[in-house]
């Protein structure tokens, strides 16, 4: 049986939130948590949950892979140009943040340089495709 790609990027918000509920579980199973465990919990799900949020805003003009099909200007996307990357990294940070550690942590700033890279080649195929309407929007933008 096939399962089509868009299938899965549904699917994956639910596996990433159990695969850190579960982390997180079995790391506090037998200890009280630390405040930067409570600290990185909650920027962790805050993260996810407005991912989850600013995923459901963009409706049918998502996709893996940059195209330019509509402006997106309602929503979290009133505020910031790219949301799902932000909150993608907030999450990150989090979870940096609750492990405390090194290795965790330098991932967390690979996957920032990531997603810069992601933001600059969908921000100039915006511009491209659709001109002055989203340098307008650009200037209306928090960031």
Known sequence: ???????????????????????YY??????????HH?????L??????????????????????PKATQLITHGF???FR?????????????????FWNIYVSASAFFLLSVQLYRMRVENELLRQTFGSEYEKYRSTVWF
């Open 82 to 98: 790219h949301p799902i990357y932000y909150f993608e990294l907030l999450s990150f940070l989090g979870v940096a943040i609750f």
């Open 1 to 23: 049986m096939k399962i089509a790609w868009q299938t899965w990027t549904e699917v994956a918000p639910m596996a990433y939130a159990l695969f850190f509920v579960g982390i």
């Open 26 to 35: 079995v790391n506090l199973l037998n200890k009280a948590p630390a405040t």
């Open 44 to 65: 962790t799900f805050t993260g996810f949950l407005c991912w989850i949020i600013s995923r459901a805003q963009l409706g049918q003009a998502f996709s893996v892979k």
């Open 77 to 79: 996307y009133a505020r």
């Open 38 to 42: 409570l600290v990185g919990i909650a």
